[in-house]
T-cell receptor, first 119, second 117 residues
Framework: GAVVSQHPSWVICKSGTSVKIECRSLDFQATTMFWYRQFPKQSLMLMATSNEGSKATYEQGVEKDKFLINHASLTLSTLTVTSAHPEDSSFYIC???????????????FGPGTRLTVT | AQKVTQAQTEISVVEKEDVTLDCVYETRDTTYYLFWYKQPPSGELVFLIRRNSFDEQNEISGRYSWNFQKSTSSFNFTITASQVVDSAVYFCALSEFYGGSQGNLIFGKGTKLSVKP
């Protein structure tokens, strides 16, 4: 149990276009979802935290107008990179946290990640 | 402030050697969780262990063992008889129990382990 999926697993897009990445909790209700970005050979950096039905909380330095996060249901969150540029190329990882079915509130379940390349 | 330090950026060992990955953390909370994750070249994070701050018992799982010492704020990870498949980046992380960032994970910078045949 506690599986999180991400789609797509990789995407290549042209500069100036927008890309949407989906994060789904497959077998539990995710009250909170997190979006991380990881540049090559670096650690995971938290971009934003979203609770179902409310606006996302962005970390300092993350442009909320560029990285649109929607957490419309307890099993789905989306990250849209608007007007993507080459510097947005990165590995994006989502995680989900719930509080049901015996899953600890302090446990985050990670998706497999999405590799974005902007040309 | 919360912080996780993994001082070893890269470690290279030969197969069957034992290797210890260091993790030192800082937190003001008395209640917190510590984690280790493995990230193989595929990129997917693999959960290895979660330990809460009240449980200082060392843990062993097969070739993996963890040494949690609150006195030195360390949570070190040892792989015994390393194998090539252990090659990956390993992250230590901290999650606090209280406060505005409750439950959020703070990651260290990771240690890249290369196990050579």
């Amino acid at each position: 149990g506690a599986v999180v999926s991400q789609h797509p697993s990789w995407v290549i897009c042209k500069s100036g276009t927008s890309v949407k990445i989906e994060c789904r909790s497959l077998d539990f209700q995710a009250t909170t979802m997190f979006w991380y970005r990881q540049f090559p050979k670096q650690s995971l950096m938290l971009m934003a935290t979203s609770n179902e039905g409310s606006k996302a909380t962005y970390e300092q330095g993350v442009e909320k107008d560029k990285f649109l996060i929607n957490h419309a249901s307890l099993t789905l969150s989306t990250l849209t990179v608007t007007s993507a540029h080459p510097e947005d190329s990165s590995f994006y990882i989502c995680s989900a946290r719930g509080g049901d079915r015996g899953i600890s509130f302090y446990e985050q379940y990670f998706g497999p990640g999405t590799r974005l390349t902007v040309t | 402030a919360q912080k996780v330090t993994q001082a070893q950026t890269e470690i290279s060992v030969v197969e069957k050697e034992d290797v210890t990955l260091d993790c030192v953390y800082e937190t003001r909370d008395t209640t917190y969780y510590l984690f280790w994750y493995k990230q193989p070249p595929s990129g997917e994070l693999v959960f290895l262990i979660r330990r809460n701050s009240f449980d200082e018992q060392n843990e062993i799982s097969g070739r993996y063992s963890w040494n949690f010492q609150k006195s030195t704020s360390s949570f070190n990870f040892t792989i015994t008889a390393s194998q090539v498949v252990d090659s990956a980046v390993y992250f230590c992380a901290l999650s606090e129990f209280y406060g505005g960032s409750q439950g959020n994970l703070i990651f260290g910078k990771g240690t890249k382990l290369s196990v050579k045949p």
